[in-house]
Protein backbone atom coordinates (compact mmCIF):
# COMPACT_ATOMS: atom_id res chain seq x y z
CA UNK A 1 0.00 0.00 0.00
CA UNK A 2 1.33 3.24 -0.85
CA UNK A 3 2.49 6.05 2.06
CA UNK A 4 0.37 9.49 1.79
CA UNK A 5 2.72 11.87 1.95
CA UNK A 6 1.40 15.56 1.19
CA UNK A 7 4.18 17.16 3.20
CA UNK A 8 6.05 18.45 0.10
CA UNK A 9 3.30 19.64 -1.86
CA UNK A 10 1.99 21.46 1.59
CA UNK A 11 5.07 23.01 2.36
CA UNK A 12 6.71 23.73 -1.47
CA UNK A 13 3.63 23.04 -4.21
CA UNK A 14 3.82 26.60 -5.35
CA UNK A 15 7.47 27.24 -5.02
CA UNK A 16 9.03 24.11 -5.99
CA UNK A 17 6.37 21.55 -7.58
CA UNK A 18 8.43 18.89 -9.46
CA UNK A 19 10.54 18.88 -5.29
CA UNK A 20 7.14 18.50 -3.92
CA UNK A 21 6.34 15.49 -6.43
CA UNK A 22 9.70 13.78 -6.17
CA UNK A 23 9.03 14.14 -2.00
CA UNK A 24 5.45 13.12 -1.98
CA UNK A 25 4.98 10.39 -5.19
CA UNK A 26 8.70 8.79 -5.37
CA UNK A 27 10.30 9.41 -1.90
CA UNK A 28 6.95 8.32 -0.08
CA UNK A 29 4.67 7.19 -2.50
CA UNK A 30 6.90 4.58 -3.92
CA UNK A 31 10.42 4.07 -2.13
CA UNK A 32 8.53 3.83 0.94
CA UNK A 33 5.54 2.15 0.11
CA UNK A 34 7.69 -0.61 -1.02
CA UNK A 35 6.54 -2.62 2.09
CA UNK A 36 7.00 -6.31 0.57
CA UNK A 37 11.11 -5.66 0.36
CA UNK A 38 11.32 -3.79 3.76
CA UNK A 39 8.76 -2.97 6.75
CA UNK A 40 7.99 0.53 7.15
CA UNK A 41 9.64 0.14 10.87
CA UNK A 42 12.79 -0.68 9.29
CA UNK A 43 12.32 1.93 6.69
CA UNK A 44 11.99 4.69 9.69
CA UNK A 45 14.97 3.09 11.41
CA UNK A 46 17.67 3.77 8.45
CA UNK A 47 15.96 6.68 8.44
CA UNK A 48 16.04 8.17 11.84
CA UNK A 49 20.51 7.12 11.99
CA UNK A 50 20.91 8.80 8.44
CA UNK A 51 19.44 11.55 9.73
CA UNK A 52 21.31 11.57 13.48
CA UNK A 53 24.97 11.30 11.51
CA UNK A 54 24.34 14.15 9.62
CA UNK A 55 23.35 16.10 12.60
CA UNK A 56 20.07 16.87 11.08
CA UNK A 57 18.07 16.97 14.66
CA UNK A 58 15.29 19.14 12.92
CA UNK A 59 11.72 18.97 12.68
CA UNK A 60 11.79 16.75 9.94
CA UNK A 61 13.90 14.48 12.69
CA UNK A 62 10.87 14.80 14.78
CA UNK A 63 8.61 13.72 12.12
CA UNK A 64 10.63 10.36 11.40
CA UNK A 65 11.10 10.00 15.51
CA UNK A 66 6.93 9.88 15.61
CA UNK A 67 6.66 7.92 12.71
CA UNK A 68 9.54 5.23 14.18
CA UNK A 69 7.45 5.44 17.31
CA UNK A 70 3.92 4.85 15.23
CA UNK A 71 5.60 2.18 13.74
CA UNK A 72 6.62 0.13 16.20
CA UNK A 73 9.59 0.97 17.78
CA UNK A 74 8.98 1.35 21.49
CA UNK A 75 11.05 3.29 23.96
CA UNK A 76 13.85 0.47 24.97
CA UNK A 77 14.47 -0.07 21.21
CA UNK A 78 15.34 3.61 20.38
CA UNK A 79 17.41 3.87 22.97
CA UNK A 80 19.16 1.15 21.84
CA UNK A 81 19.16 2.44 18.53
CA UNK A 82 20.47 5.59 19.30
CA UNK A 83 23.13 4.46 21.49
CA UNK A 84 24.75 2.06 18.91
CA UNK A 85 24.45 4.72 16.25
CA UNK A 86 26.68 7.49 18.60
CA UNK A 87 29.51 5.25 18.30
CA UNK A 88 29.21 5.36 14.53
CA UNK A 89 27.58 8.76 13.79
CA UNK A 90 28.87 10.60 16.80
CA UNK A 91 28.87 11.35 20.70
CA UNK A 92 26.99 15.20 20.77
CA UNK A 93 25.08 13.99 17.82
CA UNK A 94 23.56 11.05 19.70
CA UNK A 95 22.86 13.83 22.57
CA UNK A 96 21.12 16.09 20.42
CA UNK A 97 18.56 13.28 19.20
CA UNK A 98 18.17 11.80 22.60
CA UNK A 99 17.24 15.11 23.58
CA UNK A 100 13.91 14.98 21.11
CA UNK A 101 13.27 11.00 21.13
CA UNK A 102 12.67 11.69 24.82
CA UNK A 103 9.93 14.00 24.18
CA UNK A 104 8.67 11.59 21.41
CA UNK A 105 8.46 8.98 23.52
CA UNK A 106 7.33 10.85 26.89
CA UNK A 107 3.45 9.54 26.47
CA UNK A 108 5.06 5.43 26.87
CA UNK A 109 7.24 7.01 30.25
CA UNK A 110 3.44 7.48 31.49
CA UNK A 111 2.08 3.70 30.78
CA UNK A 112 5.36 2.12 32.37
CA UNK A 113 5.42 4.50 35.05
CA UNK A 114 1.73 3.37 36.53
CA UNK A 115 2.92 -0.36 35.70
CA UNK A 116 6.12 0.17 37.46
CA UNK A 117 4.10 1.79 40.32
CA UNK A 118 1.91 -0.80 40.53
CA UNK A 119 4.32 -3.79 40.59
CA UNK A 120 5.97 -2.06 43.75
CA UNK A 121 3.14 -2.36 45.59
CA UNK A 122 3.03 -5.82 45.66
CA UNK A 123 5.48 -8.75 46.69
CA UNK A 124 5.05 -10.79 43.84
CA UNK A 125 6.35 -9.67 39.81
CA UNK A 126 4.46 -8.85 37.54
CA UNK A 127 5.52 -10.92 34.88
CA UNK A 128 5.31 -11.44 31.25
CA UNK A 129 2.37 -10.76 29.37
CA UNK A 130 -0.27 -13.73 29.08
CA UNK A 131 -0.07 -14.25 25.30
CA UNK A 132 -1.46 -17.85 25.66
CA UNK A 133 -4.30 -16.95 27.62
CA UNK A 134 -4.55 -13.45 25.54
CA UNK A 135 -7.60 -14.57 23.07
CA UNK A 136 -9.69 -14.78 26.14
CA UNK A 137 -8.95 -11.18 27.17
CA UNK A 138 -9.95 -8.17 26.81
CA UNK A 139 -7.26 -5.44 27.38
CA UNK A 140 -3.36 -6.52 28.84
CA UNK A 141 -2.81 -9.11 31.16
CA UNK A 142 0.32 -10.52 32.47
CA UNK A 143 1.36 -13.98 34.74
CA UNK A 144 3.28 -14.34 36.73
CA UNK A 145 3.93 -18.49 38.13
CA UNK A 146 3.66 -18.22 42.14
CA UNK A 147 3.29 -22.18 42.24
CA UNK A 148 3.61 -24.68 39.64
CA UNK A 149 3.94 -27.91 42.05
CA UNK A 150 1.09 -29.20 44.34
CA UNK A 151 -1.23 -26.26 43.77
CA UNK A 152 -1.49 -24.03 41.32
CA UNK A 153 -0.83 -20.59 41.92
CA UNK A 154 -0.54 -17.36 39.59
CA UNK A 155 0.05 -13.87 39.92
CA UNK A 156 -2.42 -12.74 37.38
CA UNK A 157 -2.17 -8.80 36.71
CA UNK A 158 -4.69 -6.70 33.96
CA UNK A 159 -3.99 -3.04 33.03
CA UNK A 160 -6.70 -0.77 33.58
CA UNK A 161 -9.77 -1.99 31.73
CA UNK A 162 -8.35 -5.41 31.22
CA UNK A 163 -11.16 -8.57 31.77
CA UNK A 164 -10.76 -12.26 31.06
CA UNK A 165 -14.02 -13.68 29.13
CA UNK A 166 -16.99 -15.04 30.34
CA UNK A 167 -15.69 -18.50 31.72
CA UNK A 168 -16.87 -21.49 34.23
CA UNK A 169 -14.28 -23.78 36.00
CA UNK A 170 -15.23 -27.53 35.43
CA UNK A 171 -14.77 -30.21 37.58
CA UNK A 172 -16.13 -33.93 38.54
CA UNK A 173 -15.12 -33.41 42.22
CA UNK A 174 -12.94 -30.69 44.22
CA UNK A 175 -11.92 -28.13 41.91
CA UNK A 176 -12.83 -24.36 41.13
CA UNK A 177 -10.68 -21.61 42.11
CA UNK A 178 -9.84 -19.12 44.62
CA UNK A 179 -8.74 -14.88 43.88
CA UNK A 180 -7.10 -13.42 46.39
CA UNK A 181 -6.26 -9.84 45.80
CA UNK A 182 -2.93 -8.28 46.16
CA UNK A 183 -2.80 -5.21 44.37
CA UNK A 184 -4.86 -2.40 42.74
CA UNK A 185 -8.47 -2.29 42.29
CA UNK A 186 -10.47 -4.80 40.36
CA UNK A 187 -13.83 -6.65 39.82
CA UNK A 188 -15.38 -10.24 40.35
CA UNK A 189 -18.77 -10.73 38.64
CA UNK A 190 -21.04 -13.85 38.36
CA UNK A 191 -24.13 -14.08 35.81
CA UNK A 192 -26.70 -12.54 37.21
CA UNK A 193 -25.58 -10.92 39.96
CA UNK A 194 -23.73 -7.24 40.83
CA UNK A 195 -20.12 -6.89 40.47
CA UNK A 196 -18.14 -7.09 43.28
CA UNK A 197 -15.39 -4.52 43.64
CA UNK A 198 -12.00 -6.25 44.85
CA UNK A 199 -8.82 -4.37 46.67
CA UNK A 200 -6.15 -6.01 48.19
CA UNK A 201 -6.47 -8.96 50.74
CA UNK A 202 -9.78 -9.52 49.33
CA UNK A 203 -10.90 -13.00 48.72
CA UNK A 204 -13.08 -14.90 46.50
CA UNK A 205 -13.93 -18.49 46.54
CA UNK A 206 -15.42 -19.69 42.91
CA UNK A 207 -17.48 -22.67 42.78
CA UNK A 208 -17.47 -25.47 40.18
CA UNK A 209 -19.77 -24.44 37.55
CA UNK A 210 -20.20 -20.69 38.26
CA UNK A 211 -20.31 -18.45 35.21
CA UNK A 212 -18.20 -15.25 36.38
CA UNK A 213 -15.44 -13.06 35.20
CA UNK A 214 -13.09 -11.13 36.61
CA UNK A 215 -10.35 -7.97 35.83
CA UNK A 216 -9.09 -4.59 36.64
CA UNK A 217 -11.26 -1.11 36.89
CA UNK A 218 -11.05 1.10 34.29
CA UNK A 219 -8.96 3.46 35.71
CA UNK A 220 -6.70 1.23 37.96
CA UNK A 221 -4.42 -1.55 37.01
CA UNK A 222 -4.82 -5.06 39.26
CA UNK A 223 -3.19 -7.84 40.03
CA UNK A 224 -4.73 -11.21 42.31
CA UNK A 225 -3.44 -14.46 42.68
CA UNK A 226 -5.26 -16.98 40.75
CA UNK A 227 -5.85 -20.25 43.19
CA UNK A 228 -6.17 -23.78 41.30
CA UNK A 229 -8.35 -26.08 43.42
CA UNK A 230 -7.11 -29.16 43.28
CA UNK A 231 -9.74 -31.76 41.66
CA UNK A 232 -10.17 -34.35 39.14
CA UNK A 233 -11.40 -33.76 35.28
CA UNK A 234 -10.61 -29.85 35.80
CA UNK A 235 -11.23 -28.06 32.96
CA UNK A 236 -11.96 -24.17 32.32
CA UNK A 237 -14.96 -23.38 29.97
CA UNK A 238 -14.00 -20.11 28.38
CA UNK A 239 -17.29 -18.39 26.77
CA UNK A 240 -17.74 -15.07 25.21
CA UNK A 241 -16.06 -11.59 25.85
CA UNK A 242 -17.40 -9.18 28.35
CA UNK A 243 -18.41 -6.47 26.20
CA UNK A 244 -18.19 -2.65 26.97
CA UNK A 245 -21.90 -1.85 27.99
CA UNK A 246 -21.60 -5.34 30.00
CA UNK A 247 -18.24 -3.79 31.72
CA UNK A 248 -18.96 -0.10 31.98
CA UNK A 249 -22.69 -1.31 33.79
CA UNK A 250 -20.86 -3.51 36.15
CA UNK A 251 -17.81 -1.11 36.71
CA UNK A 252 -20.31 1.70 37.99
CA UNK A 253 -22.75 0.01 39.79
CA UNK A 254 -20.04 -1.38 42.15
CA UNK A 255 -21.50 -2.71 45.70
MN1 LIG B 1 -12.05 -17.63 37.05
Given at each position: ?A?????????????????????????????W?????????????????????????????????????????????????L???????G????????????????????????????????????????D???????????????????????????EP????????????????????????R???????????A?H??????????????H?A???????????????????N???E??????????T?E?V
Amino acid sequence: MAVKQTAGRDALGEFASKFAELNDDVLFGQVWSREDKLSLRDRSIVTVVALMAQGLTDSSFQYHLQSAKNNGVTKAEIAEILTHAAFYAGWPKAWAAFRMAKEVWAEDDVADDAKAAHESRMVFPIGAPNDAFAKYFIGQSYLAPVSTAQVGIYNVTFEPGCRNNWHIHHAQSGGGQILICVAGRGFYQEAGKPAQALHPGDVVNIPVGVKHWHGAAPDSWFSHLAVEVPGTETANEWLEAVNDAEYAKATTEEV
